[in-house]
């Protein structure tokens, strides 16, 4: 069995960073052409446009315009949530004209408010039932999502509540922030089925059974429908939709950030130990890997990413190149000491290599070059970061930096 895995991971993580690779990284500021970006008029003409078009043909795939027939219904709404504390919604958004495929939107908007607020939005993985117990909360029953190694399970195998530890929905009330989420099997099921049943066949030519090589993956469709959230939140004046923050964890950390990236009505991206594919650079091959990602998760990104496993220095771009395409936006990157897996270090690179896009609109990206010490949050710049003890997770401690830094830029 042991060597099973072997083989299947092809080898084993290298966590020593004496053996991290020397590399050279696609300067954010040299264009394709060579030539050098020295405005920020110039990064936002020519040279976002050219990585923003890197990343979508050969990491995350291309997806489809949003549907103008894009509609949303209030499904439900309860203005005493949360002891009164909050206003709960939930909203569909159909993806076609017909009312069959739809996510659903679950929000709670803090009844102490002057106006429209400030709005935290991210996926969950099990359903949104799941983020917080409270039994009005409609539980998410869409289609099979199978997981930890192929067993058919459905969201509504899931305990009401179980992922709450993850959600502190009465802090963020508290804190005069709306939260809102949608299950990701909703947009698309978080597994290799040749694209069948998520949003990508609602979207084929006619024709055509799977995405072309530059086509959306699963991560470039979960981006997408976040995407179409926005629409909704631009329709709800309870919410300003000009102060939405996408966050997410690990692989909704990685979705996060594409969000931010192809969508710049989100005003801040946050990125919870996102790592490969997310804020970490694939060049250091520290951890997980642009091979094992992809033969781990092979429908995440598309096609193309697949001739840079064990090939990464060929990759037309890296990591901090994503982070750079948030600019002049505030973003936040979190790491957790212990997940390896995810290259903490590489996930501080980033925002150190993104920070120079930051400078051409005069501000400070991230500030400082070292590692700053575990449980010591660097909130001063447009670019957050810390790296807080423990694994792979996301928890209150997190959520306390993610409302410090956010209180700067969405509370103007
Ligand atoms: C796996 C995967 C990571 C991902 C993580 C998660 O560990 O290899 O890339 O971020 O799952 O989403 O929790």
Known sequence: FFLQVLLFWGQEPNYD????????????????????V??????????RPEILNLFETYVYGKSPEKPANLHFEVLSEDHYALSNMATRKEIAVYFTESDEHYMTILMYIPNKRNGAVPLFFGLNFKGNHTIYDDPDITESVTRMEPRDGGSEIRPNAFKRGEASSRWPVEMLIANGYGLATVYRGDIDPDYDD????????????????????DEWGTLAAWAWGLSCAMDYFETDEDIDASKVAVFGHSRHGKTALWTGAIDQRFAMAISNDSGCGGAALSRRKYGETVSKINKLFPHWFCENFKQ????????????????????????YIASAIEDRWADPKGEFLSGVFATPVYELFGQDGLPIKDMPDVDSPVIDGYIGYHVRTGDHDINLYDWQQF?????????K
């Open 194 to 213: 040749g694209f069948q049943n998520g949003v990508h066949p609602l979207f084929y030519k006619d024709g055509q059974t799977k995405p072309k090589a």
């Open 308 to 331: 840079y496993s064990d090939n990464e220095d060929k990759l037309p771009v890296d990591q901090h190149q994503l982070i750079a395409l948030m600019a002049p936006r505030p973003v």
């Open 17 to 36: 960073e004496s053996k991290v690779p020397s590399f050279i990284l696609p300067d954010p500021l040299i264009m394709e052409n060579g030539e050098i």
């Open 38 to 47: 020295t405005t920020k008029e110039e990064w936002i003409e020519k040279r």
């Open 403 to 411: 409302v410090k830094f956010a209180d700067k830029y969405l509370k």
